[in-house]
């Protein structure tokens, strides 16, 4: 009898250690429950607002420091109470904006607006195709008269808000100009060191190989700091000398991929020769951001490229070491003194992930008007400079932005107005356009931006051919890239390094890179 | 190690009149309570581990997201073909192989050096001290070990410094490919010999104290009774142990090499994880990956079966 008893304990006991494992899920759910019990709360006292849109989109790493969602800005209130559409944001955990994407889109239920839609695979038009995002074009001419106008008025952004296939099928970020949208990276000096050593600062790569010289023999460290990754590969950075850039390349309608041309060679001969001469960084290859941010503070750089967002904090850093430590940008060196140059870091004109509006949107046309307010004028007034009289002051009908907030810009950015977004945009009203700025942008300006490629679209077809050679071919021409460099290879393999690139098919990806710019070009 | 025997633990006898289902029946009844703290477990596992399973038909498929799993067309082996065709096939498979061998030859013994090291401390306080700070490494994450290793490398690192000191010249270590296993698997050592060693000091605990007074009483020094006493007794966890390492001879662990190698040293580094990192995920290319994740496996469970039957038959334990 008693060992029953002890035994009916035993069961009781071990149930409940059991359930206790259990005990964590069941509470989340009635979290859950409550937070959506909440929700449905918020949603019916919002019932005199009657029109509310989901919008997925990545919240931007400097938003995420001040808020939680978009909806908690200012902008977005306002943009509310003009429209009266409210928008419900919805953000993807930050590093994991791929994933949920695409998790998102094979769930089969999407919010009524997705922005990163570029990122579907096969293309917009395949998402069309797919039953996923819409076909706009029918809803912009009805409902979207600022949108029509705008891409009826410049070529460019007509050919690059619409696919191959002539769908237009999301709103992007377009630039009011191209004077709006600068080159925003390039080569930068120390200013300091320049007067120091009584240097001209460099225009031509000979100047660039004799300052770097000086730099050297006066004991900077690192005289140039070339990181061969993602600065080097937009800035196309000395490369622009040679005419080419650091991969496909548009030569008036003509597609070159850069590191199988001829003149690749003498690009990086000039490399591999400064590494042998101690002119670059000896620890290039494994450099990541946050030691090269620490040399550069540190004061042991002479040169490198940098967007001008990050100079001004550059200076900040330094100057708690070295006060008389001042940054200024450097012309991008051509071969000869006022060559001219076709590539630089240049954005296009259209940018962004492009907002699709998905199939489960029940009132498209609603969803479009709210876009096309963007790209009105009071709706640009609002997206890029905040509220009248409290953010700027119109001086003959052009917004001024006041000094306060320029100073501050770190502070009001994304509370008072978003950074980027699906809007018409002037980048000079929203970047930190102090002097210094200007002065590297106006630099950076002089050379041209004939070559850059545009957005094209490759087919799903291409595209699966194209990613099947390229994998392979980048991971060749990066490792070579090094070797050469570095000197473990002689030059003197050129020719092999151009056969086995060949070999690997780098043609046919040039030709298919070739027959969407064709297409583009045609749209 | 001990299979643990649920039927003989709690007093059931082997009666060979029982049929097996009987046997089952009566040890339910007897043992229900560790049959209840199974359950969560087991439905752990068929819900994470088998249940996804029916994933990696997409290796034979053309997955897109748009169309789901099931949707998707069939293409049959072109995944694997086209895998098979690579340029880099046999360096990758190359590098993974060696990295994994050269990893179990020196990481292998470590911990048991390590374990046994610490057995003939008799200094309790001291013994806990080196036990503590040899296995916390273990809970630094990657991301720093590896910031860490990429400093001590540098130009102007720690090692470099030293080299300098004996007479080399200054280099970036983590540039030259001939060096890159020692840095990978000698860190690795470094972080997980501490916490591998665990493992093994549990087991010299349940060694028979007796054995060892026996020995001391027959004139055995210690380095005899490390080889006559201590390492038979842990010898069935190494086996077990050995065996199950075998079956992730293929597997290297992604995020390090991802973080230590730059296209440098791909020649030595690259490996088919960071291959199908670089193919699979930033090309979101989902179908090839599976498709060489399942070749993986494939090897992987080859391996694993066959060092299970070798250890059958020569030392009679094994894992089935």
Known sequence: ?523 | MQKPNLVSQRGIKKDKKLSKPQIIKKDFFVNYQVYIMAVPMVIFFILFHYMPMYGIIIAFKDFTVGKGIFESEWIGFENFIYFFNSHYFTRVIKNTVLLSLYGLLWGFPAPIILAILLNELHREKFKRLVQTISYLPHFISMVVICGIIIDFCSHDGLINDLLVMIGYDRKNLLINPNLFRTIYISSNIWKEAGWGSIIYLGTLTNIDPALYEAATIDGARRFRKIIHITLPGIAPTIIILLILRLGHIMNTGFEKIILLYNPMTYETADVISSFVYRKGLVESNYSFSTAVGLFNSAINFGFLLVSNSISRKVSKTSLW
């Open chain 1, 1 to 523: 009898m008693k060992k029953t008893h002890i035994n009916i304990w035993r069961f009781i006991l071990t149930t409940l250690l059991v359930l206790s494992l259990f005990a964590g899920c069941m509470k989340n759910e009635t979290k859950d429950s409550k937070a959506n019990e909440q929700s449905t709360v918020k949603d019916t006292k919002k019932d005199s607002k009657p029109i509310t849109f989901t919008y997925w989109v990545p919240i931007h790493g400097d938003a995420a420091a001040k808020m939680k969602n978009y909806g908690e800005s200012k902008w977005a209130e306002e943009l509310e109470k003009r429209t009266g559409v409210h928008i419900e944001y919805i953000h993807p955990v930050s590093g994991q904006i791929e994933e949920q994407f695409n998790l998102l889109i094979a769930s089969g239920e999407y919010p009524d607006i997705l922005e990163h839609a570029k990122k579907y695979k096969g293309g917009a038009d395949k998402a069309i195709e797919d039953g996923v995002y819409l076909r706009l074009n029918e809803l912009i001419e009805k409902h979207a008269p600022n949108y029509k106008k705008l891409r009826e008025s410049n070529p460019d952004v007509k050919r690059m808000t619409i696919t191959d296939e002539g769908n237009i099928w999301s709103f992007g970020m377009i630039a009011v100009s191209d004077e709006s949208n600068p080159a925003w990276l390039g080569p930068v000096m120390r200013k300091d060191l320049l007067e120091k050593f009584g240097c001209e600062a460099p225009t031509t790569i000979d100047e660039w190989d004799n300052v770097l010289h000086i730099f050297k023999n006066n004991g900077v460290e690192i005289p140039l700091l070339m990181d061969f990754k993602w600065r080097y590969e937009i800035s196309h950075c000395f490369i622009s000398a040679y005419d080419l850039g650091a991969e496909f390349i548009n030569v008036n309608g003509t597609v070159k991929y850069s590191p199988y041309e001829e003149r690749y060679k003498d690009f990086i001969g000039l490399m591999a020769r400064w590494y042998k001469e101690g002119l670059l960084d000896p620890d290039f290859a494994t450099r990541d951001d946050k030691s090269r941010n620490s040399v550069i503070t540190n004061g042991k750089v002479g040169a490198f490229p940098e967007a001008y967002g990050m100079l001004k904090r550059h200076i900040g850093a330094a100057r708690t070491i070295n006060s008389d430590f001042d940054l200024m940008g450097i012309e991008y060196p051509s071969l000869e003194k006022d060559a001219k140059l076709y590539l630089k870091q240049k954005n296009n004109i259209v940018t962004g992930n492009g907002a699709a509006i998905t199939t489960s949107c029940k009132n498209p046309e609603k969803a479009v008007e709210w876009f096309d307010y963007g790209y009105s004028k009071e709706g640009f007034l609002l997206l890029n400079c905040g509220f009248e009289g409290e953010h700027y002051d119109l001086a003959d009908g052009k917004p001024v932005i006041k000094q306060e907030i320029l100073d501050n810009y770190n502070d009001y950015k994304w509370i008072i107005k978003p950074h980027g977004g699906p809007f018409l945009r002037d980048a000079r009203l929203h970047a930190v356009f102090s002097d210094m700025v200007l002065d590297c942008v106006e630099k950076w300006e002089k050379a041209g931006g004939d070559y850059v490629m545009p957005a094209i679209q490759l087919t799903a077809e291409e595209s699966k051919r194209y990613s099947a050679l390229m994998t392979e071919i980048k991971t060749y021409v990066e490792e070579m890239r090094l070797r050469f460099i570095l000197g473990e290879e002689s030059l003197d393999n050129y020719e092999k390094y151009i056969k086995q690139l060949k070999k690997m098919g780098i043609e046919e990806a040039v030709e298919i890179q070739q027959k969407a710019l064709d297409r583009f070009l045609n749209r």
